[in-house]
């Protein structure tokens, strides 16, 4: 059974920072491109950063320079390293690991940025 977890959502006030996690099990890990994804309230969930197997990164343009992704193949882990955060970061943020046609997605974990 596939399980993507994630952890470390919360309230942080402008200009903070926030590290999430993703813990995969079920999966070959280490062959799947892993994202993070977010959702505000009344909006369209929107990409905000990928990680290739071999470590190619992508990111939206709204959090290049603020949020960093990486993972730990060894841990089965992806992290989101969120700096400089802004209220309009506030969503909730879902993992996302894909490989070909085949999708998983976590259940979620909430950030607000507020002060």
């Known amino acids: 059974q596939v399980q993507l977890v994630e952890s470390g959502g919360g309230l942080v006030q402008p200009g903070g920072s926030l590290r999430l996690s993703c813990a995969a099990s079920?999966?070959?890990?280490?062959?799947?491109?892993m994202g993070w994804y977010r959702q505000a309230p009344g909006k369209q969930r929107e990409l905000v950063t990928t990680?290739?197997?071999?470590?190619?990164?992508n990111y939206a343009d709204s959090v290049k320079d603020r949020f960093t992704i990486s993972r730990d193949n060894a841990k089965n882990t992806m992290y989101l390293q969120m700096n400089n955060l802004k209220p309009e970061d506030t969503a909730v943020y879902y993992c996302?690991?894909?490989?070909?046609?085949?999708?998983?997605w976590g259940q979620g974990t909430q950030v607000t940025v507020s002060s």
């Open positions: 990680i290739t197997s071999g470590g190619s990164t």
């Open positions: 079920g999966i070959i890990f280490s062959i799947y491109t």
């Open positions: 996302n690991a894909r490989f070909n046609i085949v999708n998983h």
